[in-house]
């Protein structure tokens, strides 16, 4: 891989070849602060959003205005500055097994309809 500054070149060129394969590209996003410079730098890219789909990762089980909540730092970073497809994430507002529960469940009927299940997986 090259320097981390060609990551979102890379990422787009990836987004682009998976387009040509499926109707939609897939993009894992992980938390925390490591990829929020990764975040704000690919949503200045002219993708077309309207067939990204963001799924989120990992979260804090904090609530959404807190800090440390990673759909905060991703929707700041990355969703308010494009018009993405869908946005999976886990909701902090019910328990922590219910949480689990429906990502899993969501998760499940995605790779139902199609594999890999990630097209693009961010780790933190």
């Known amino acids: 891989m090259g320097k981390i500054s060609e990551i979102p070149e890379i990422m787009e060129k990836i987004v682009r070849k998976t387009l040509k394969k499926f109707p939609t590209c897939r993009i894992g996003l992980a938390g925390g602060e490591t990829p929020k410079a990764l975040y704000e730098a690919l949503a200045e890219k002219k993708l077309p959003w309207e067939k990204i789909e963001f799924i989120q990762i990992d979260e804090r089980y904090v609530g959404r205005e807190d ?40 998760l499940k009927k995605l790779q139902k309809k199609r594999k890999p299940l990630f097209d693009i997986l961010i780790l933190g």
């Not at 018009?83 to 969501?106: C, Y």
């Open 67 to 106: 800090e440390k909540n990673n759909f905060r730092m991703q929707n700041e970073a990355l969703f308010k500055k494009t018009s993405p497809k869908e946005i999976i994430f886990f909701d902090t507002l019910v328990s922590p097994e219910e949480s689990v529960k429906k990502m899993a469940e969501t």
